[in-house]
């Protein structure tokens, strides 16, 4: 995976392009003028001396570059920062050529998914509460032409992300799930006219991903996120479809250390229709380690029935729903993503990899990827010989 770092430290004018990036000084001052109303009140009439930026994905971002632009000001020690966030497809080429180029279509599937943040961003998070960043403008991609880009609040200096070889706690978990409540809440509370049928599922990407797995299971995994939490009696909801550790900040205190709160959920390049249950699944299954999974399996779905109903003012009827159907649900979407398991520890593993230097820490680290995988697919053979049997039977799993 290439991990790309962009800096620059030199005075720049208005016409001078941010680095790692084809977008003006310029174009950002006149976003954050029109649209940052903390940084129009502090700084709007402020001449700016330099504007520094750099990657701060720092290989947890995979499809994207994230660029941290610091503002300094003449005769001012202030500076604001803000984020650009360019798309791009530089971290995908070695998993093209391993595949023998029949990954062509990410070009199209990340410029669609590219897309799709910018409207969730620009239609559907107004609607929502929640921990969602402040986005002030959108730019389309446009393949071999434009450049496509979201402007958006700096959250560094707020929270943190866990990688993929780290784990959430119980704590933690609690966080996310009343914050998932509060999204579906307002979600449901919303005119469907607005959101229904406006983000759907990307058929290409799925596809490849089903590539990977060379498996015989593509019925499975064309029907299991899409229909069964309405076979299940659920309503649809928006689901971020992407909810691993890089994905998540957490608040952290005047030391920089990560809290227990949930500060926001960012990427939501493959947001669609789905199951409540998915973005818990998929939680579950890839920011937590095996043992605390489990054990937060024991309350995750009563609880988030709870910080729900409390969501709609105590009123149960507003979720005609029950915590079994819930839990499987839940299970439908774990059987999916226990799959990728697997498949995903070497592509995260590469990304960190650079920060450990002995090979007995990196080993470590790998081992601890694979244990997670690991304990998903003992889960997996264990539901499949329980609460799934049928679907074992029906898809030949």
């Not at 001052?29 to 129009?40: G, H, V």
Request: glycine share 6%; hydrophobic share 35%.
């Amino acid at each position: 995976m290439i991990n790309r770092k962009f800096c620059s430290t030199k005075k720049v004018s208005g016409k001078d392009f941010i680095d790692g990036c084809s977008f003006s000084v310029e174009y950002l001052l006149k976003s954050l003028k029109e649209n940052d109303k903390e940084f129009q009140q502090k700084f709007g009439k402020k001449n700016v001396k330099e504007v520094n930026a750099y990657d701060i994905s720092d290989g947890r971002g995979v499809a994207s570059v994230v660029l941290r632009c610091t503002i300094h000001f003449i005769n001012s020690d202030e500076t604001y920062s803000t984020i650009l966030k360019v798309p791009g497809l530089e971290v995908f080429k070695e998993i093209q050529t391993k595949h023998d180029g029949k990954c062509d279509m990410f070009d199209e599937s990340f410029n669609s998914n590219h897309q799709k943040e910018c409207n969730f961003y620009n239609i559907m998070a107004p609607l929502l509460e929640g921990p969602i960043p402040k986005v002030y403008k959108t730019e389309d991609w446009i393949l071999n032409e434009k450049e496509g880009c979201i402007h958006m609040e700096d959250l560094s200096q707020k929270g943190k992300t866990f990688n993929y070889f780290e784990s959430v706690n119980l704590e933690q978990i609690k966080s996310f799930i009343q914050s998932l409540a509060k999204i579906h809440k307002s979600n449901l509370s919303a005119d469907p006219k607005i959101w229904k049928e406006k983000f759907v599922e990307d058929d290409q990407f799925f596809t490849f991903y089903q590539e990977i797995l060379e498996t015989q299971i593509e019925p499975f995994l064309k029907d299991c996120p899409r229909e069964t939490h309405l076979d299940l009696g659920l309503p649809g909801v928006i689901v971020h479809g992407d909810m691993h550790s890089g994905n998540l900040l957490w608040k952290i205190n005047k030391n920089g250390e990560i809290q227990n709160e949930l500060e926001a959920i960012v990427d939501w390049q493959i947001v669609h229709e789905g199951s409540q249950m998915a973005d818990l699944a998929k939680f579950l299954v890839h920011t937590a380690d095996g043992n605390i999974r489990r054990e937060a399996e024991t309350f995750a779905f009563d609880f988030y029935r709870e910080c729900l109903i409390k969501e709609f003012g105590g009123d149960s009827s507003k979720v005609p729903y029950n915590v079994e159907q819930l839990r499987n649900a839940y299970y439908y979407v774990f059987a999916l993503q226990a799959f990728f398991t697997f498949q995903l520890v070497p592509i995260f593993f590469a990304a960190v990899k650079h920060k450990y230097e002995s090979k007995d820490e990196q080993k470590a680290v790998y081992d601890k990827g694979i244990q997670k995988a690991l304990d998903a697919y003992q889960d997996l053979d264990r539901i499949y010989n329980g609460e799934m049997k049928d679907v074992f039977e029906k898809y030949g799993l």
